[in-house]
Structure formats: C-alpha cells, structure tokens
C-alpha cells in the first residue's frame, strides 16, 4: 500500500516522552518528514530526513525508523506541542507525495 | 527570505474551474533543487497532496485527482498555477503552494487561501 497510516489521537502528561507512529510500504525506502500543524496555521517541519531537526526547533524532537514504520518523539512534552501532527514521504514510485492522515497531540 | 503567496477566487461554483497562482518571491522557481508543490487541506481535515512542477515542466499528480488537474508555471512572473476542473463541494479546502526540497520534505508554505464550491 502506498498510503501512510497514523493514530488519529494521542495525549501525553506535561513534561513526559510521546512517540507518534507513521506506518507505510514507502517508509521502507523513502524517509519521511514530520509537521507540526496549529490551528489556522500552515504546518511547519520539525523532523526530516534520517533525524534532522530545522534551525528553531527544539531538542526535545527527534526521529527514528525501523522497516515500515517511523516515528516523532517528543520527549518532555510541553504545553505549546499540542497540535496536530503529520508525516509525509515519497510514495513507492518515487514521483509521488503522500501524507499520513494526521495524529492531533494533547498534552494534559 | 522565501515567501510563497497564493491567489485567486475564494468561491467556485460546482462544475467550474478551480484556478489558484502562487507568486514565490525571494527565490526562483528554475532552481533545479527544488519542487513546486500543491497541498490542500478540507475544513477539520488532514492534507492532501495535489501534486508539483519541476523546473524542467515536468508535473507530478495525485492519482485521484489526475484528471481534473494541471499545474503549471511561468518562469518569467516566477509564478505556478493549479487549475483543478469539475469541482464539487468536496473540493471545498485551503489551498497551500509550496516547495520542496530533498526527498518529500516541504520546507516552504504560503499562508493558504480558502476556497469554496457553492452555488
């Protein structure tokens, strides 16, 4: 399959460690990118590449992959994370974009 | 400083032609290190992926959307276009321009602009 499958919801106390999963056949062979989406924003990237964060993002981000799956974890979860989070990747063609269907964080 | 701005009527009438341009400023779209994308994005929904122009001209597409869409550019206003045809209510989105650079990644977002199909 070439679509990219998230857990539509995800919360996490204050000041604790969240991982956020994207599963699909593409991951295999693509890296995907992570975005933090808020309300009435554009998304704006936080993870790309193997694990690479963008000027201005903070430690506490960080990626990983293993097979068909990656991952964005947050480890100390403050306040302001909470948004909706998407991965994206090349589908297997190559030629294609895919996003996965979104993870909306809440930290309590 | 990359800036993307997207343009066009922010209601459609079902059966028309969604058009949309984004005017990138602050660098060129003939870079060959880049792609230029289109994203949408439905009230309360995920997002979608339109489908991009190389600077060769080359176009890439959604597979669901293939046949109602055409992206172009004009390098001369350093401009893209997106013309999406046969819209329906479900076509109602923001509607993002953006580049991509290395593997999927979209670096760069315009603000977005809503567009609706009503009658």
């Known amino acids: 399959s070439s679509e990219l499958t998230q857990d539509p919801a995800v919360s996490v106390a204050l000041g604790q460690t969240v991982s956020i999963t994207c599963q699909g056949d593409?991951?295999?062979?693509?890296?995907a990118t992570w975005y933090q989406q808020k309300p009435g924003q554009a998304p704006v990237v936080v993870i790309y590449?193997?694990?690479n964060r963008p000027s201005g993002i903070p430690g506490r981000f960080s990626g990983s992959s293993s097979g068909n799956t990656t991952s964005l974890t947050i480890t100390g979860a403050q306040a302001e994370d909470e948004a909706d989070y998407y991965c994206?990747?090349?589908?297997?063609?190559?030629?294609?974009?895919?996003f996965g269907g979104g993870t909306k964080l809440t930290v309590l | 400083q990359l800036q993307l701005q997207e343009s066009g009527p922010g209601l459609v009438k079902p059966s028309e032609t969604l058009s949309l341009t984004c005017s990138v400023s602050?660098?060129?779209?003939?870079?060959?290190?880049?792609?230029w994308n289109w994203i949408r994005q439905p009230p309360g929904k995920g997002l979608e992926w339109i489908g991009s122009?190389?600077?060769?001209?080359?176009?890439y597409y959604n597979p669901s959307l293939k046949s109602r869409v055409t992206i172009s550019a004009d390098t001369s206003k350093n401009q893209f276009s997106l013309k999406l045809n046969s819209v329906t209510a479900a076509d109602t989105a923001v509607y993002y321009c953006?580049?991509?650079?290395?593997?999927?990644?979209?670096?760069?977002w315009g603000q977005g602009t809503l567009v609706i199909v009503s009658s």
């Open positions: 602050g660098g060129s779209i003939s870079s060959i290190s880049y792609y």
């Open positions: 590449g193997k694990n």
């Open positions: 593409s991951l295999r062979s693509f890296y």
């Open positions: 994206n990747s090349r589908d297997i063609s190559g030629n294609h974009l895919r």
């Open positions: 122009i190389y600077y060769s001209g080359s176009t």
């Open positions: 953006a580049r991509q650079s290395a593997g999927s990644t979209i670096d760069h």
